[in-house]
Every structure is written in structure tokens, then in C-alpha cells.
């Protein structure tokens, strides 16, 4: 099995090809004005690097959000699309849940800093079940449903989290520093996700945007 995984939720993102489970490219991008002008030149790179084409992807993998609302919808549409014309699988994976792969504790929080004194938050268990759903919220808030539990945090930057952490337990729990780039790991639980038996119907692919821009909190744009 090969997918082609995408992550452009944040300025910093990545594409991956994983085979079976084992990453067999990855490139990080950098793209300060969105990635809309930049994706399939991308991914045109990419699989020539690797001698490979898109009919030789199995399945087309994206981040779901949260994260940027545009980088969100550019991914998701991106491997939407491909499938589609393909007739090959589509499969939605959390940036949170993606985060959650980078560590090996028996619980995972997951954070990334949603602005407006913000995280973007969940906890994860190690066979990737969701215990606490996605959310966005404010870290003491978040404290109050991990309550007594042990954990890892796992985040990409752990600096912006530790002012409110201060004086507390869990500025003593574990930390795992996931890199920037988390499309290895959206390919990764893609795959396990379809070798479990889901669909990955094009159709089904919808996004995580666990808060919704003022605009978007009134419409929102047909096909995701």
C-alpha cells in the first residue's frame, strides 16, 4: 500500500509517501503566503524524487484541522479531488491524533497554540482511541478535564504552554517535542486506518476545524 499524505494547517507543513508503514519520502515546506500556489508543484516533486507517479498512490491522506481554515481546505481538497478522479481512497487524520503518534507514553495531551490565550487540545491512548475529543480551549480549562491523570504532552513547542503550567503537577509531566512536519505520521495512521477496514469513500472527507473563523461560523464552503 502507498499514500501520499499532505499536512498544510500551518505556514510550516509537510508532504510524506509511505509504504506499508514506513516513510519512504517526506519534504518540508515552508509557505509563508498559503499553500495554494505551491501544492501540486509539491507533490510533483516529490513522487519524482521517488520515481513514482499518482497512479501509483493507493491512497491520498491530509490533515483535517485544526489549523489554518484556508491551509485546512487546501489539503483536504487537494486529496479529495485526487481521489476522486483516481478511484482511489481518501482519508482525513487529526493534526492532534497525528501529534499522539510521535509518542510511546500509555496517554498522550496533544496542544497546539490556537492564539487568543488558546490550545488547540486532546488526549490520546497509545492504541490511538480518543479520550478527550479534539477541542479548543483555554490550558486552565484543559487542566481541569486531565485532572489526576499521567500523561506525556506532546506538542510541537512547548515554550508558549508553560506560563500557565507554572506552580502546577503538570509542568513536571514528560514532554515529547514532535517535529513541525506531520505528514509521515497522518500517512501512517491512514494506512493502519484502512487496513482496519474504513472506506476512505472521497465523500466522507470532511474537516477539523474545532472553531470556526466568524465568517465560517455562518457559511460554510460546499464539499467539506
Known amino acids: 500500500m502507498l499514500t501520499l499524505a ?40 516529490l513522487l519524482n ?11 491520498f491522506a491530509a490533515a483535517s484541522g485544526p489549523g489554518s481554515f484556508t491551509g485546512v481546505r487546501i489539503g483536504l481538497a487537494a486529496v479529495k479531488g485526487l481521489a476522486e478522479v483516481l478511484g482511489k ?31 488547540f487540545a486532546a488526549l490520546y491512548a497509545a492504541d490511538g482511541r480518543v479520550i478527550i475529543d479534539d477541542q479548543v480551549i483555554r490550558i486552565p480549562h484543559f487542566l481541569e478535564l486531565l485532572g489526576a491523570l499521567d500523561f506525556e504532552w506532546v506538542t510541537t513547542d512547548f515554550e508558549p504552554f508553560l506560563p500557565a503550567l507554572t506552580g502546577t503537577r503538570f509542568a513536571h509531566l514528560p514532554v515529547c517535542l514532535a517535529p513541525r512536519g506531520l505528514a509521515s ?32 461560523s455562518l457559511w460554510r464552503e460546499p464539499g467539506l
Open 6 to 45: 499532505l499536512d498544510t494547517t500551518a505556514e510550516f507543513g509537510s508532504l510524506a509517501l509511505v509504504r506499508d508503514g514506513h516513510v519512504v519520502a517526506e519534504t518540508l515546506v515552508h509557505a509563508p503566503e498559503g499553500f495554494s500556489g505551491t501544492l501540486f508543484q509539491q507533490i510533483d516533486a
Open 49 to 59: 524524487r521517488a520515481g513514482l507517479s499518482l497512479a501509483d498512490i493507493d491512497v
Open 89 to 119: 481512497r481518501a482519508v482525513p487524520v487529526s493534526n492532534l491524533e497525528a501529534l499522539s503518534h510521535h509518542s510511546s507514553a500509555p496517554l498522550r495531551a496533544t496542544v497546539l497554540d490556537a492564539r487568543r490565550g488558546e490550545v
Open 185 to 216: 505520521a497522518i500517512g501512517q495512521i491512514a494506512e493502519a486506518r484502512v487496513r482496519s477496514g474504513e472506506p476512505g469513500e472521497p465523500a466522507s472527507v470532511e474537516a477539523n476545524y474545532v472553531r470556526r473563523s466568524d465568517a465560517e
